[in-house]
């Protein structure tokens, strides 16, 4: 309720956002940002209040997707077959569907298990990389006891590697759902940007510069890294 009273007023601002339910307050905030006549701050409106009154169909969504991947992925299988060997387990109840505010598509915590921003997948593919990237940090924090809160070093090795076995540095990912057009060294790129940019989400970290640092000098050691993979299998 304090989020739709927030939300309510936040036309008084000027960001274009027109707070309501209906068609009409629906179109008008489409084709404000259709125009460019909505602000960033408005679009964050909207989508919160999107994001509010989609909740429950998101996160059936999400619950969907989560049981047929356990079932069928062969990606999400072998990873939780391998978390399995080092005595412990990833399964349908320590991996919750949940609506997120701070626009991650999802995360890790070694007490409670993976966390997946229902309103932030775009479907099932997205939601597969996802719990990939997710169930890698999973088994890393099995198998070589990453230390999270505060060796920088640790984390970026944990990311490089989330990001190249996931499945969501792939060319048709990036080309068809972030728009980049790289094709040479494309892959190792784009470990490269979203590694650094979740070590720069990190406390100790001071700035974009200090996380390409610490991502640069583990970089060969931890990209080479495909455990429990042969290869990068994705």
Known sequence: ??????????????????????????????????SGQMTDEGKQQYKLARDIRNEAADVKRCEKYRA??????????????NIQQLQGDI???NVRCWRCTNRQSGGFDPDY???????EM???????D????????????LRF?????????????????ASSLSGECRWTREFFSRGQRTVTQQHQECVRRRAALSVMGR????????????????????????????????
């Open 1 to 34: 309720m304090a989020e739709q009273n927030e939300i309510s007023t936040s036309n008084q601002n000027n960001t274009g956002y027109y707070p309501g339910e209906d068609s009409w307050s629906r179109w008008r905030n489409v084709f404000a940002i259709l």
């Open 68 to 81: 047929y991947l356990f079932k069928y992925s062969p990606t999400i299988r072998f990873m939780r077959e």
């Open 91 to 93: 399964n349908e109840t």
């Open 113 to 119: 298990g993976i966390m997946i921003c229902a309103n």
């Open 122 to 128: 775009r479907d099932q593919g997205h939601f597969e």
């Open 130 to 141: 996802t719990l990939a990237h997710e169930m890698v940090h999973a088994y890393d924090h």
């Open 145 to 161: 006891k990453v230390k999270w809160k505060n060796d920088l070093r640790h984390a970026a090795c944990a990311e490089i590697r």
């Open 203 to 234: 406390p100790a970290c001071k700035d974009h510069a200090h996380a390409v640092r610490m991502v640069n000098e583990v970089w060969d050691s931890c990209f080479a890294d495909t455990r429990p993979f042969d290869e990068i299998y994705r």
